[in-house]
């Protein structure tokens, strides 16, 4: 089990740029797949990105494409989100999560048993 805690959220204007971090705990955090959701007001967690224990996969939201980014970081035990080009509708509460390497790609908020307490994002235009 991954005890993750988010980081970098906060108060951003339409077009401009945010990167949020999730650190882990846990030996293994290079077994697991960590995915972003977010969850803005009155609807449902929605996927955003995930990326593979490795690194060497990534996988994105439609709606996120060619904006946001994921990476991480196996030795500091980092998962990333570079955000650019923000726009209102990005405007949720932004969570980490974490599940160990079983299927690829993984974007249904089922499949990760491992959540952060998330972190607010708010775009104003």
């Known amino acids: 089990q991954a005890e993750l805690e988010e980081h970098g959220g906060g108060l951003v204007q339409a077009g401009g740029s945010l990167k949020l971090s999730c650190a882990a705990s846990?030996?293994?955090?290079?077994?697991?797949?960590m995915g972003w959701f977010r969850q803005a007001p009155g609807k449902e967690r929605e996927f955003v990105a995930a990326?593979?224990?490795?690194?060497?996969?990534?996988y994105y939201a439609d709606s996120v494409k060619g904006r946001l980014t994921i990476s991480r970081d196996n030795a500091k035990n980092t998962v990333s989100l570079q955000m650019n080009s923000l726009k209102s509708e990005d405007t949720a509460v932004y969570y980490c999560?974490?599940?160990?390497?079983?299927?690829?790609?993984?974007?249904?908020?089922?499949?990760?048993?491992?959540w952060g307490q998330g972190t607010q994002v708010t775009v104003s235009s």
């Open positions: 846990g030996r293994l955090f290079g077994n697991y797949d």
């Open positions: 999560a974490a599940k160990y390497s079983r299927t690829w790609p993984s974007t249904s908020i089922y499949e990760y048993p491992d």
């Open positions: 990326i593979s224990w490795s690194g060497r996969l990534t």
